[in-house]
Each structure stands twice: as C-alpha cells, then as structure tokens.
C-alpha cells in the first residue's frame, strides 16, 4: 500500500510541474539565451501578425498542446517573431528594418508594413502563419506555412529536433546519385 501511494504522489507531483506554456523568446532574448547555453539549441520561429486570425487559433489551440509545449521547450529555442515590427535586427553581418519605417498604422487592427527579416526567412512567399526552423548553427532548415494541428506540428518538431532531416537528406541524395549512374550506364557514357 505505502509503494502504491509512493508512486500515486509521484505521479501527481510530475503532472503539477508540468509545463502547461511555451517560453516564448523574442528574437533579441534567444540570441543572449544562445551565448549563455554551452549546447546550442534549433530555432523555432513563429512568424505571425496581430491581425491574422489563423496565428490567433494556433496560439489558443495547437501551441497549448502539452505534447507540443513540452517539445518545444525542450528541444527548441521558441521564438515569436512579429512580421510586422517597426524595429532593426542585425543577423549574419546583415541589418533588417521594416520594409517602411516611417509607416503609421491608422488601424490598429490593420495591416503593417514587412519586416525584412521575415520576408528574407520566408523568401518573399508572405504567409501567415508561417514557421522558420533554423539548425543549432542559425542555418535556416525548413520554413512551414499555414495552421497547423498539435499532430502536424509534433510531426515537424520531432522530424527536424531529432535529426531524421539529416537522414532523409542522405537518403535522398544516394537515391539520386544512384539514378544518375543509372542512367549514364544505360545512355553508354
């Protein structure tokens, strides 16, 4: 009976610590948590605007997922990037401002202006929801557009946190390499 309580306490005492959010960073507090942290962490950016209705949804509905939070947490820096800030970040040797730094919204609910950054993370393809992952070097590995459910996005967390892209590139890349022998062998060079 008293082993059974013992572990019954456990248990409960594991769920209260529970973590029930993500730590958001800024882009500015995961570049110092970097420098501090011995071994770095992937990047997870979430590239949203206050206006956009489906960023809303992730954040009430898939980024609260414990599976997700806990994940993320732990294997990620989580950064939430606003894509339409008025700021200046400095990044790689490169300076990004707002694609309009004298712009004004006259509607607080309205559309800004592009931020730099996202629009060079994003290539341009303007979309929200979108997410940038970056590798442990800031090497951007992956941007995903859209909602995603907490299953999509644990899909894409434990793929790329774990390294199964790396993998997969290598598969690819024999794959590949062997279908190009293939076929100079059968065109007789």
Same mark, same amino acid.
């Given at each position: 009976?008293?082993?059974?309580?013992?572990?019954?306490?456990?248990?409960?005492?594991?769920?209260?610590?529970?973590? +029930?959010?993500?730590?958001?960073?800024? %882009?500015?507090?995961?570049?110092?948590?970097?420098?501090?942290?011995? @071994?770095? $962490?992937? @990047?997870?950016?979430?590239?949203?605007?206050? %206006?956009?209705?489906?960023? $809303?949804?992730?954040?009430?509905?898939?980024?609260?997922?414990? =599976?997700?939070?806990?994940?993320?947490?732990?294997?990620?820096? !989580?950064?939430?990037?606003?894509?339409?800030?008025?700021?200046?970040?400095?990044?790689?040797?490169? +300076?990004?401002?707002?694609?309009?730094?004298?712009?004004?919204?006259?509607?607080?609910?309205?559309?800004?202006? =592009?931020?730099?950054?996202?629009?060079?993370?994003?290539?341009?393809?303007?979309?929200? !929801?979108?997410?940038?992952?970056?590798?442990?070097?800031? =090497?951007?590995?992956?941007?995903? !557009?859209?909602? $995603?459910?907490?299953?999509?996005?644990?899909?894409?967390?434990?793929?790329?946190?774990?390294?199964?892209?790396?993998?997969?590139?290598?598969?690819?890349?024999?794959?590949?390499?062997?279908?190009?022998?293939?076929?100079?062998?059968?065109?007789? $060079?």
């Amino acid at each position: 009976m008293t082993k059974i309580t013992f572990l019954l306490l456990l248990l409960i005492g594991a769920n209260a610590f529970a973590q +029930t959010e993500i730590n958001w960073m800024t %882009w500015e507090e995961m570049v110092a948590q970097r420098e501090k942290d011995s @071994v770095k $962490k992937k @990047v997870y950016i979430d590239l949203y605007t206050d %206006w956009c209705g489906w960023c $809303k949804k992730m954040d009430a509905s898939t980024f609260k997922d414990p =599976t997700v939070v806990q994940y993320m947490n732990d294997k990620y820096y !989580p950064v939430k990037f606003d894509a339409e800030r008025m700021d200046t970040i400095v990044f790689n040797g490169h +300076t990004f401002t707002s694609s309009d730094p004298g712009f004004v919204k006259t509607n607080p609910k309205g559309r800004g202006k =592009t931020h730099y950054f996202a629009y060079s993370l994003l290539d341009g393809a303007m979309s929200y !929801p979108s997410y940038a992952l970056l590798d442990e070097n800031l =090497t951007r590995i992956a941007v995903y !557009p859209g909602f $995603k459910t907490p299953e999509e996005l644990i899909g894409i967390l434990v793929f790329f946190g774990a390294n199964q892209y790396q993998q997969y590139h290598n598969y690819l890349n024999k794959s590949w390499n062997e279908a190009m022998k293939q076929q100079k062998l059968n065109s007789g $060079k």
